[in-house]
């Protein structure tokens, strides 16, 4: 079974501070998906990444996939309050599965 | 506008109500979902269709009944709930089932009294 851990599980920071958050596993995935979930909503996909080692940039998140597809890292410059929501982490291999999510709350 | 929507947004019902949740997908996708996200739990898979024929039922309870007549819609029939299945119940969408990227409706908050 495909499992994916997120660290931490809860984050509160400034405005204005830097951030990274982390999706780890033991099992390689073809792809890794980020989502942010603001309260009440359904999760909205950020970003898709495919190969390891890649990187990518949505304005001031950098999502990084790891070189050996187990793992993946987002990273949030200059935090804003609308950045707060539940960040999740989703894993595509043998199935689509979810990690437990990092509750970032951004304070002005 | 999302791809995927659901009615109602919001929905109170008491324990021997019938009520349905409805999800509607705009993306030509093949696969839909039924996930529940109960406050400060992870992500829970109740249920995935794939060209219409159900594929996973992950040992949800029979009061939980869902309903896919085509590839673009898909029901949750719900009766006799406990007021623990008080959550938000998120449809989904994706090409296929099991490996492609899955696309989130706005969810549907059903509070049990």
């Known amino acids: 079974t495909q499992l994916l851990e997120q660290s931490p599980q809860f984050l509160s920071i400034q405005e204005g501070e830097n951030l990274t958050v982390y999706c780890n596993s033991s099992?390689?995935?073809?792809?890794l998906q980020w989502y942010r979930q603001e309260p009440g909503e359904g999760p909205v996909l950020l970003v898709t990444?495919?190969?390891?080692?890649e990187v990518k940039k949505l304005k001031r998140l950098t999502f990084q996939f790891g070189d050996a597809r187990k793992d993946s890292s987002l990273h949030i410059t200059a935090a804003q309050p609308g950045d707060t929501g539940l960040y999740l982490c989703?894993?595509?291999?043998?199935?689509?599965?979810f990690g437990p999510g990092t509750r970032l709350s951004v304070l002005p | 506008e999302t791809g995927v929507t659901q009615t109602p947004r919001h929905l109170v019902m008491g324990m021997t109500n019938k009520k349905s949740l409805k999800c509607e997908q705009h993306?030509?996708?093949?696969?839909m979902y039924w996930y529940k996200q109960s406050a400060k739990k992870p992500l829970e898979l109740m249920f995935v269709?794939?060209?219409?024929?159900?594929?996973e039922n992950n040992s949800v309870p029979s009061r939980f009944s869902p309903e896919c007549p085509n590839s673009s819609h898909l029901f949750l029939h719900l009766h006799t709930l406990q007021p623990e299945d008080s959550a938000l119940y998120l449809c989904?969408?994706?090409?296929?089932?099991?490996?492609?990227?899955?696309?989130f409706g706005e969810g549907s908050w059903l509070t049990v009294v």
């Open positions: 990444v495919v190969t390891g080692g």
């Open positions: 989703a894993g595509g291999g043998q199935n689509f599965v």
């Open positions: 269709y794939n060209f219409k024929e159900q594929t």
């Open positions: 989904a969408s994706s090409q296929e089932w099991p490996r492609n990227t899955i696309y």
């Open positions: 099992s390689v995935f073809s792809s």
């Open positions: 993306l030509g996708h093949n696969a």
